[in-house]
């Protein structure tokens, strides 16, 4: 894979997380998802194509609405640079073996997780419906695992957090993290659905603790967590690609 097939794979990634997140955002909201045109939370003005560029239009414009001149969140560039990479790995793993069902299955993944992610960051919820299916396609589509591998992860995600939502009554997590975890033990199997958990909650306490010095947040502010155990699916994937790569 040359480095035009990476510049490549990465933008189409970059576009494909603003898609999503944009997606996402009007699904939350119970507005169309799938066409009308994207406007700034700010001042409500439609924004203009030089902002909407993945990753460009945000630096060019120092994070700023090029009208208002509003701060948006940081969120937004570190959301399609993620969608980015992830893009990138799975095309590369694909023109390295050549293998379209295991792209297929890589990218639902993908697709699924970032989804999620972007959902669960803006308003914290979770489409247990999405995960459900979700689920059912992976398991379907022909991949390295086995089924026992994919069982034992799907039971090992659910009873991890299934414990926690009994343990403190629903208000340690929701129970849609059990879904979360469903969907992460059946994508990647055992042992990678602890990898994929172990990096979720290493980003939380970072982020966490972040915002706890920095007083943007306090020790009773909910936190996302379904964003950080999508972000560690989507690195989990990447460690089983690279690890599968060096095999």
Not at 55 to 61: A, E, M, R
Not at 180 to 204: D, E
Request: aromatic share 12%; with cysteine; proline share 1%.
């Amino acid at each position: 894979m040359d480095n035009a097939a990476y510049i490549l794979s990465f933008i189409l990634g970059t576009s494909i997380g603003s898609a999503l997140l944009c997606a996402a955002m009007r699904y939350a909201d119970n507005q169309n998802w799938i066409s009308g045109r994207s406007i700034c939370d700010n001042c409500k003005k439609v924004l203009t194509w030089d902002q909407l560029i993945p990753v460009v239009s945000f630096l060019i414009y120092r994070g700023k609405c090029k009208e208002c001149q509003k701060e948006m969140s940081w969120f937004y560039l570190v959301f399609e640079v993620i969608a980015g990479l992830a893009i990138l790995i799975i095309a590369a793993r694909f023109m390295e073996f050549g293998d379209i069902w295991i792209l297929a299955r890589d990218l639902v993944i993908v697709l699924i997780a970032l989804f999620a992610l972007a959902l669960d960051w803006y308003k914290m919820l979770v489409n247990v419906r999405l995960m459900i299916v979700g689920s059912v396609i992976v398991v379907l589509m022909p991949s390295g695992l086995s089924i026992a591998e994919m069982l034992i992860g799907a039971c090992v995600g659910i009873a991890f957090f299934g414990v926690q939502y009994l343990l403190t009554r629903g208000k340690g997590i929701g129970s849609g993290d059990m879904f979360l975890g469903m969907f992460m033990g059946f994508a990647l199997g055992w042992p990678y659905v602890i990898i994929s958990i172990f990096i979720g909650y290493i980003f939380g306490s970072v982020h966490a603790v972040h915002l706890l010095a920095t007083k943007k947040a306090n020790r009773k502010t909910k936190l996302s967590l379904g964003m950080y155990l999508m972000i560690g699916l989507i690195l989990a994937l990447g460690v089983q690609i690279l690890q599968l790569s060096i095999l």
